[in-house]
């Protein structure tokens, strides 16, 4: 697990643009020898994580008419067709615009907006097993779990973090011979 102090974290009031900062400045902090974060954790007033923003999250909020789909993540495992889901991209007229545009438009944006607001399947208490843990990743195909202690949370376990330490486990192992 990475500690919530080891994670970059913004209020939920700041721009896109400060949490784009706060990303790069923990990256270029975080110890080189493992890897780097992708997401930035979002406090409220009282310091309590309510939510989070992914790459995914930041990227999809360049695109407004997203919204319009609702839960892009149900869509993305509905098993639509590659070609439905162009069809759907040229007839919503979708990423119509200039990238450098279209970044000026979300960087004053609030963090808030774009947020995602992890559910009771994407966290795991801090003293559940490494089975559990892979168990969740799994199942509910996470990047990463938001770690807690009864309501708070105290980090965040990732699963580069977790797919290190299996293929540390696997080069620990001897072959059997079946």
């Known amino acids: 697990m990475v500690p919530l102090e080891e994670y970059p974290t913004v209020p939920e009031d700041a721009s896109i643009y400060e949490a784009v900062i706060a990303l790069e400045k923990a990256q270029k902090a975080f110890d080189k020898a493992r890897y780097p974060h992708r997401a930035i954790l979002v406090h409220d007033k009282d310091k309590r994580i309510v939510g989070k923003v992914s790459q995914w999250d ?9 919204e319009v789909f609702g839960d892009m993540r149900s869509i993305s495992l509905s098993g639509l067709s590659p070609l439905l889901i162009k069809s759907i991209m040229e007839n919503s007229k979708l990423w119509q615009g200039n990238l450098d545009t279209v970044c000026s438009r979300i960087a004053g944006k609030k963090v808030k907006d774009i947020m ?11 003293d559940a097993t490494l089975g559990e843990a892979l168990h969740m990743l799994v199942v509910g195909h996470h990047q990463s779990l938001l770690v807690t202690r ?5 980090g965040i376990l990732r699963l580069t973090d977790m797919f290190n330490l299996v293929c540390e486990k696997i080069k620990s192992c001897q072959i059997r011979e079946e």
């Open 150 to 154: 009864g309501d708070m949370i105290v």
């Open 116 to 126: 995602y607001c992890p559910t009771e399947g994407e966290k795991v208490e801090e």
């Open 58 to 66: 930041l990227i999809k909020s360049l695109e407004p008419k997203y």
